[in-house]
């Protein structure tokens, strides 16, 4: 099954060579592909429906474009992981280390009760430490992390995530 996934999926991910050799995966041909687009979401919508997630909590920005469509259709809320200084409400925030210098995760207070269940979702996990700095923010709101999971996982050799379980559907070599 998942060769099949791999093989049809791959042709979608473009990559693009930047000058300083750094190869970015692309997901908006993936988006372009309605069959593709669905069979993506289906996926994660069949592995998450029965585990009693309320909490779909998605980082930004292309986070946003799975996790919605995953949150509806398992019967929980979205919660949307920003970049800081974007949500209008209090908000609670998380650093995490970058190849050049750092970034910030921010979520709205009051968002997640304490003790639901959530997953994280992002489009793509390299070294971790975004989807590690979302699993900080939704702990200490009191959540259960279930899962993290990404539609690519880049092959890195140590990821930090502080030993969370991650799905990933494709990891292209
Ligand atoms: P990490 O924190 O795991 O090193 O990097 C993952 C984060 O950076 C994700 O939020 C992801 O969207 C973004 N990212 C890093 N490299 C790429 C890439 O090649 N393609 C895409 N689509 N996102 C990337």
Avoid at 163 to 169: F, H, T
Wanted: glycine content about 10%; hydrophobic content about 50%.
């Amino acid at each position: 099954f998942f060769c099949f996934v791999f093989s049809s999926w791959s042709f979608f991910f473009f990559q693009i060579w930047w000058a300083a050799g750094i190869m970015f995966q692309d997901i908006t041909t993936l988006l372009l592909d309605h069959k593709a687009f669905k069979d993506t979401v289906d996926i994660f919508v069949d592995r998450y429906r029965d585990m009693g997630i309320s909490v779909v909590a998605g980082i930004e920005a292309r986070g946003f474009v799975f996790g919605p469509s995953i949150a509806l259709a398992i019967g929980a809320k979205f919660v949307p992981l920003r970049k800081p200084n974007k949500l209008p409400g209090e908000v609670i925030s998380e650093a995490y280390v970058l190849e050049y210098g750092t970034d910030r995760l921010e979520m709205h207070v009051g968002a997640i009760e304490p003790g639901e269940r959530a997953l994280v979702i992002d489009d793509l996990v390299a070294t971790g430490g975004t989807l590690s700095a979302a699993v900080r923010l939704l702990e200490r709101m009191g959540a259960e992390v279930v899962e993290c999971a990404c539609v690519v996982g880049l092959p890195e050799g140590q990821r930090r995530l502080d030993g969370k379980p991650l799905y990933i559907l494709v990891e292209p070599r």
